[in-house]
């Protein structure tokens, strides 16, 4: 299958501070990308769906000034999260897919977010 | 897109075929059935996708019924590598909104 590699895969900051979190489709061109997050001991919740070159779709209740993604190229996305607290310490995981078809979206390793 | 129900956890003995199921009883006809799995503190990993017909690959099989109202994911020959949180989800084919959301999933705990 195809590979999708996230940089970093854990990051420690304080709070206040922002972080990025990057997400690369390495062999395929990604025309969707997806930033899930996920809690201990709870299932994924999808944050937001970008395509290449326009702005994120946010879901329902995520804040889209938080949390700023920007998809620049068909490889390349990344998630900002600014001014972290402590309770946006999460496990953030980025998926792809090409085309707008039913091909099945490739998920990355995930980035462990702890906010002191 | 249609929602699914799977039991919380399932305990499987390695060698033994595991059948995972799921409901999903409003599912539309042009929504696919598609199973993932997510290893401890690991991304997902796309397992199989179906609409009508029964699929296998070197994974796994994905049993529908004739109603498309449940499915089984059949893990032939489980191993220890194979405990996880199993995750059956109803798509849509196509379109902006084709986005995976994921339930609770099933925690398949495969015993020595």
């Known amino acids: 299958g195809a590979v999708v590699s996230q940089h970093p895969s854990w990051v420690i900051c304080k709070s206040g501070t922002s972080v990025k979190i990057e997400c690369r489709s390495l062999d395929f061109q990604a025309t969707t990308m997806f930033w899930y997050r996920q809690f201990p001991k709870q299932s994924l919740m999808l944050m937001a769906t970008?395509?290449?070159?326009?702005?994120?779709?946010?879901e329902q209740g995520v804040e889209k000034d938080k949390f700023l993604i920007n998809h620049a190229s068909l490889t390349l996305s990344t998630l900002t999260v600014t001014s972290a607290h402590p309770e946006d310490s999460s496990f953030y995981i980025c998926?792809?897919?090409?085309?707008?078809?039913?091909?099945?979206?490739?998920f990355g390793p995930g980035t462990r977010l702890t906010v002191l | 897109d249609a929602k699914t129900t799977q039991p919380t956890s399932m305990d499987c003995a390695e060698g033994r075929a595991a059948n995972l199921p799921c409901n999903h009883s409003?599912?539309?006809?042009?929504?696919?059935v598609y199973w993932y799995r997510q290893i401890h503190s690991q991304g997902p990993q796309y397992i199989i996708h179906?609409?009508?017909n029964n699929e296998t690959n070197e994974m796994a099989s994905l049993i529908i019924t004739e109603d498309r109202k449940s499915s089984t994911l059949i893990l032939p020959h489980a191993t220890l590598r194979d405990t996880a949180v199993y995750y059956c989800i109803v798509r849509l084919y196509g379109g902006a909104t084709n986005k995976l959301i994921f339930g609770t999933g099933t925690l398949l705990a495969v015993q020595p």
């Open positions: 998926s792809a897919r090409w085309g707008n078809t039913g091909n099945e979206q490739f």
């Open positions: 179906g609409l009508k």
């Open positions: 409003t599912i539309s006809g042009n929504e696919y």
């Open positions: 970008s395509n290449e070159g326009s702005k994120a779709t946010y």
